[in-house]
C-alpha cells in the first residue's frame, strides 16, 4: 500500500488510474466466471489469477501486489449498501489465505477484512 502512496505523491496519478481501472475489469470478468466456484476451485483461482492481476499494473508487481486483494474486494461492494455479497466475499478472503500468492497480497488481508467490515 505504501508503494500506491508513493506513486500518487510523485504525481503518478494517470499511471495508477490506468492500473486500477484495468484491476476493475480484471475482477469483474473473475467474479462472472468464479462466482459459484467451490471453496477449493476460487482459492486455486487465485492463486493463478496473481500473474494476471500484476499485469493490470504494468507488470510493477510492488504496486499490483498489495491492492490485489481489496480491489478484488471491492469490486462487489456497494458505497451505499455495503458487502451485500457478504457470504461471497468470506469465501474470496478464505481463499486469498489458503491460495499461492505472495506473502505481500496476503499480508493486506487483516486491512482489507477491517476495510469492508468482514472482521466479525
Known amino acids: 500500500m505504501i508503494t500506491v502512496v508513493h506513486e500518487l505523491l510523485r504525481g503518478r496519478r494517470k499511471k495508477l488510474g490506468r492500473g486500477f481501472s484495468r484491476a476493475f475489469s480484471f475482477w469483474k470478468e473473475f467474479h462472472k466466471k468464479h462466482r ?34 481489496v480491489t478484488c474486494l471491492g469490486t462487489i461492494y456497494d458505497k451505499v449498501d455495503g458487502m451485500k455479497q457478504r457470504q461471497y466475499a468470506l469465501k474470496l478472503l ?5 491460495s499461492n500468492v505472495s506473502g505481500e497480497v496476503k499480508h493486506q488481508l487483516p486491512l482489507v477484512r477491517l476495510m469492508y467490515h468482514l472482521d466479525d
Do not use: H, N, W, Y
Open 36 to 69: 459459484k466456484s467451490t471453496q477449493a476451485e476460487l482459492t486455486e483461482a487465485i492463486g493463478v489469477a496473481q500473474i494476471g492481476f500484476e499485469k493490470c499494473f504494468g507488470g510493477d508487481r510492488a504496486t499490483a501486489k498489495p491492492v490485489m486483494a
Open 94 to 98: 478464505k481463499a486469498f489465505e489458503a
